[in-house]
């Protein structure tokens, strides 16, 4: 599986902005995926989980009532709408996909992972 994330981007502070992660050679059914970041300096850490019928999903206390993770398995394409946007969601943001139709939280459950794509939020 190759996954291919939407560019980021520069946003102020309150803004929003939706990634969009697209799945290429295997189909997404039956993967789980999720969202995660890294800031610099330091660790990647989970931003958002969604199971491959969207019916389960995880989002991190840290951006809980500001992200949204969806799927639209008919294009293989997961999104992160993240609305509210504040300096502290800098990062580079990933897509990753796992071999179980589960939700995780965890970095080592993901076996494909995307490029990463750059968010800044100016304040």
């Known amino acids: 599986v190759q996954l291919q994330a939407s560019r980021g981007g520069l946003v102020q502070a309150g803004g929003s902005l939706r990634l969009s992660c697209a799945a290429s050679?295997?189909?997404?059914?039956?993967?789980?995926t999720g969202w995660f970041r890294q800031a610099p300096g330091k660790e990647r850490e989970i931003v958002a989980s969604i199971s491959w019928s969207g019916g389960s999903t995880y989002t991190a206390n840290s951006v809980k009532g500001r992200f949204t993770i969806s799927r639209d398995n008919t294009k293989n394409t997961v999104y992160l709408q993240m609305n509210s946007l504040k300096p502290e969601d800098t990062a580079v943001y990933y897509c990753a996909a796992r071999s179980s139709s589960a939700i995780s939280r965890y970095t080592p459950d993901y076996d494909y992972w995307g490029q990463g794509t750059l968010v800044t939020v100016s304040s």
């Open positions: 050679g295997r189909t997404f059914n039956y993967y789980g």
